[in-house]
């Protein structure tokens, strides 16, 4: 699966992104689809995931309430609608996807493929 994401920038504190991720070269309702993201000199977090069918989603305690992580198998994309941002979520964004049969949705070795990442900035 090759993973292209997008959609980040430069935004207030307050402000909202959303982000895509692309999916091509493999069937993509195999996969379940995350968002990670690392700050400099941070440790990579996990930030949301979704199931293959898009039917449960998981959220990382601090996002819980202000993001949303969304998925159109027609277009082989996922999204991360991320509301009241901080200067704190300035982060490389990464979108993965893992097998179905890989569980821990909140575990980056889970996750086969990545995304080259999209940078956010949040201003303050």
């Known amino acids: 699966v090759q993973l292209q994401a997008s959609g980040g920038g430069l935004v207030q504190a307050g402000g909202s992104l959303r982000l895509s991720c692309a999916a091509s070269g493999r069937i993509f309702s195999n996969y379940d689809m995350g968002w990670f993201r690392q700050a400099p000199g941070k440790e990579r977090e996990f930030v949301a995931a979704?199931?293959?069918?898009?039917?449960?989603?998981y959220y990382a305690d601090s996002m819980k309430g202000r993001f949303t992580i969304s998925r159109n198998n027609a277009k082989n994309t996922v999204y991360l609608q991320m509301i009241s941002l901080k200067p704190e979520d300035a982060a490389n964004y990464y979108c993965?996807?893992?097998?179905?049969?890989?569980?821990?949705?909140?575990?980056?070795?889970?996750?086969?493929?990545w995304g080259q990442g999209t940078l956010v900035t949040v201003s303050s």
């Open positions: 993965a996807a893992k097998p179905r049969y890989k569980g821990r949705y909140d575990s980056d070795d889970r996750y086969d493929y």
């Open positions: 979704i199931n293959w069918s898009g039917d449960n989603t």
